[in-house]
Nanobody, 123 residues
């Protein structure tokens, strides 16, 4: 299974970006999907999460500005980021809890990460 993140870029403060994370491979079911971010010199932090049924939760720092969504038919997750601030600058990673179609190394449930996409917000 591979997760491909895209949509990052350079934007001015107050602007918007939309990140996408597409999962591909021998996917049976995708449970929770999440966006994390890591700024230089800081620990990776959870930004937003969405369950398979659509329930969501957000970090306090992005509530009201970011919206997480998913298209289960396309195995794709999105993060709409509005009113961006310089402190949102980070590499954004997607993460998914996946149940495979087959058993691999004795189990069928794995946690996968995308490669990261850079978001830079200028002041």
């Amino acid at each position: 299974v591979q997760l491909q993140a895209s949509g990052g870029g350079l934007v001015q403060a107050g602007g918007s970006l939309r990140l996408s994370c597409a999962a591909s491979g021998s996917i049976g079911i995708i449970n929770a999907m999440r966006w994390y971010r890591q700024a230089p010199g800081k620990q990776r932090e959870l930004v937003a999460a969405i369950a398979s049924g659509g329930s969501t939760n957000y970090a306090d720092s992005v509530k009201g500005r970011f919206t997480i969504s998913r298209d289960n038919a396309k195995n794709t997750m999105y993060l709409q980021m509005n009113s961006l601030k310089p402190e949102d600058t980070a590499v954004y990673y997607c993460n998914a809890d996946v149940i495979l179609r087959t058993v691999v190394a004795g189990k069928s449930r794995y946690d996968y990460w995308g490669q990261g996409t850079q978001v830079t917000v200028s002041s």
